[in-house]
T-cell receptor, first 112, second 116 residues
Framework: KQEVTQIPAALSVPEGENLVLNCSFTDSAIYNLQWFRQDPGKGLTSLLLIQSSQREQTSGRLNASLDKSSGRSTLYIAASQPGDSATYLCAVTEGGADGLTFGKGTHLIIQP | GAVVSQHPSRVICKSGTSVKIECRSLDFQATTMFWYRQFPKKSLMLMATSNEGSKATYEQGVEKDKFLINHASLTLSTLTVTSAHPEDSSFYIC????????????FGPGTRLTVL
């Protein structure tokens, strides 16, 4: 059974810092990996989707990498801003028509 | 972009009543829809997978007679929580999958259920 672990569980940093969030998964036979953002009491915002054949994806200040063989992904946030404060979730799926397995998330606080 | 809606966004009900939550894909057809729930300070857990016109597949530990799922069309799936109890209080989120190679699931905004 696939398990997804995210480290750290919580992170608080001053504004402007670059930071890295980590995600690991136990079964490397994934179809894709996604990073989401969730604000308190809200739904999910998809940030980046990496297909199993890809190594990384970039969107603005966000960069996600995938090392499928080692079961790891990182989300890099450059020049962090207070508006980046949220919970970041990593999720994998083993097929397009399969459900996602989520990690417990990293609760991020960017101090002004 | 692909949009998925959920209705209602928030519902409060008495213990023992049933609640129906709708999930709609607004601008695409979804061959598969998924239902997840999220307890406070926990991550999302897949409850069930539904394909249009067929019975839903439930994850281990999810009672199919309590959480009734109907996927009547390629744009609508409903989740009915029957005889709701306070422990069913949770955040329920649906997602829809267009069935296209390389595509992703698109998530609804979620429904906050509170059972008194």
């Amino acid at each position: 059974k696939q398990e997804v672990t995210q480290i750290p569980a919580a992170l608080s940093v001053p504004e402007g810092e670059n930071l890295v969030l980590n995600c690991s998964f136990t079964d490397s036979a994934i179809y894709n990996l996604q990073w989401f953002r969730q604000d308190p009491g809200k739904g999910l915002t998809s940030l980046l989707l990496i297909q199993s054949s890809q190594r990384e994806q970039t969107s603005g200040r966000l960069n996600a990498s995938l090392d499928k063989s080692s079961g790891r992904s990182t989300l890099y946030i450059a020049a962090s801003q207070p508006g980046d404060s949220a919970t970041y979730l990593c999720a994998v799926t083993e097929g397009g028509a399969d459900g996602l397995t989520f990690g417990k998330g990293t609760h991020l606080i960017i101090q002004p | 972009g692909a949009v998925v809606s959920q209705h209602p966004s928030r519902v409060i009900c008495k213990s023992g009543t049933s609640v129906k939550i709708e999930c709609r894909s607004l601008d695409f057809q979804a061959t598969t829809m998924f239902w997840y729930r999220q307890f406070p300070k926990k991550s999302l857990m897949l409850m069930a997978t539904s394909n249009e016109g067929s019975k839903a597949t439930y994850e281990q530990g999810v009672e199919k007679d309590k959480f009734l799922i109907n996927h009547a069309s390629l744009t609508l799936s409903t989740l009915t929580v029957t005889s709701a109890h306070p422990e069913d209080s949770s955040f329920y989120i649906c997602s829809a999958y267009p069935g296209l190679a390389g595509s992703q699931q698109f998530f609804g905004p979620g429904t906050r259920l509170t059972v008194l």
